[in-house]
């Protein structure tokens, strides 16, 4: 990282402002790298509930969520993810890594096999490690990939699990969930979706990709987080599967830590209300994630051909990359920079998500700066 005045994965937002805005290197930075999709961190019900709780029922659980760690809150939280996913069971998790790792690791062991697509989260790949289970990865969103797989697999005595995503967090694409739903109807192996990212985002109720694609009763099991439009912190997985309640019993990333404290889960609580009460939100992100793609189109750069959230501008290489994120928050914008090998195609990428929160003055503000600096560096 000599290349580059910044440690880019040391940046200090010193202090948030609002949702768009925080301090950075004491100065106002739009914030043009964040999982922030509907804004609602900074929401006055989800703050006001947060505070409530903490004022009547204290800060923290000290326990697990068998042990003496589960509240009456925990379990409205469960019940209100359940119907909000109109699934039977719904089982909240301390984080959403937690929730992959418990989830995956609970329904599969070392007799089984899993099928992931390749470019899945670490807490995907972690799960998978936690569990036991053989590994085989397919092609990134490739459904005819994951069925030649499979097939090779039909003789196998143990379990078989697909595990997708819903949007991938660095380059926005969206998963072809009703065609994995082909293959998995095929060959009778059940679905995890992962909709951390596509929660609250996509769908007519912002129940995610699989809603979007009118497939949600043929997907087995769907993961998420609190930590992106929520706003908050914490996992989940919902499920028809009667035998949640096993889960709950040898899912160790769920039993050997401490459970959610009462503000989280008020605060959570509130913000999912958000969520269903507010389409308007999501319309917003929409038409924000539009206003953003044409604008990086319209200065040259280098994007996907999809309208998402979630926006990669692909660079050329690292020292251009490095140049070029350093400039951006030099001027006051603030986006991810990812780096080879963990990105596709082994290009580097500065990974861009807008919010519902943005106004178009601000992503216009962004725009023109990522103009500015792609001249400058040649890029455009
Ligand atoms: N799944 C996916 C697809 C993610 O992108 C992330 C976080 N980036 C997680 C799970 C983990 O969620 P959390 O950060 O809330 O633990």
Known sequence: MAASPRNPFGVVIERPLSATVGIIEGRETLLFGTNNYLGLSQSNAARDAAIHAAQTMGVGTTGSRIANGTFGLHQKLEHALA?????????????????????ISALVNKDDTLFLDADSHASIYDGARLSGAQIIRFRHNDPA?????????????????????????????????????????RHNVPLL?????????????GRGVAEMQNCEADIDFIVGTF??????????????HDEIDLIRL?????????????????????????IETKPELREKLQKNAARLHEGFKSVGLNTSNFISPVI?????????????????????????????????????????????????????????????????????
């Open 250 to 274: 040898c899912s160790r990333p769920y039993m050997f830590t401490a459970s959610l404290p009462p503000e989280i889960i008020a605060a959570t609580l509130a913000a999912l209300e958000e």
């Open 145 to 185: 990939d994951l069925e030649k797989r499979i097939a090779r697999t039909s003789n196998s005595t143990g379990a078989r699990l697909i595990i997708a995503e819903g949007i991938y967090s660095m380059t926005g694409n969206i998963a072809p969930l009703k065609e994995f739903v082909e293959v998995k109807k």
């Open 193 to 205: 979706v992962d909709e951390a990212h596509s929660f609250g985002v996509l769908g007519a109720h």
């Open 227 to 240: 930590s992106k439009s929520l706003g908050t912190v914490g996992g989940y997985c919902v499920t028809n």
């Open 312 to 380: 990669a501008v692909t660079l050329e290489d690292i020292p251009q990359a490095l140049a070029f994120w350093n400039a951006l928050l030099a001027a006051g914008v603030y986006v991810n920079l990812s780096l080879p090998p963990a990105t596709p195609d082994n290009r580097p990428l500065l990974r861009c998500s807008v919010m519902a929160a943005h106004s178009f003055d601000e992503i216009d503000r962004a725009v023109e700066t990522f103009g500015t600096i792609a001249k400058e560096l040649q890029v455009a």
């Open 83 to 103: 119907k909000v996913f109109q699934r039977k069971h719904a089982m909240i998790f301390s984080t959403g890594y937690q929730a992959n790792l418990g989830t």
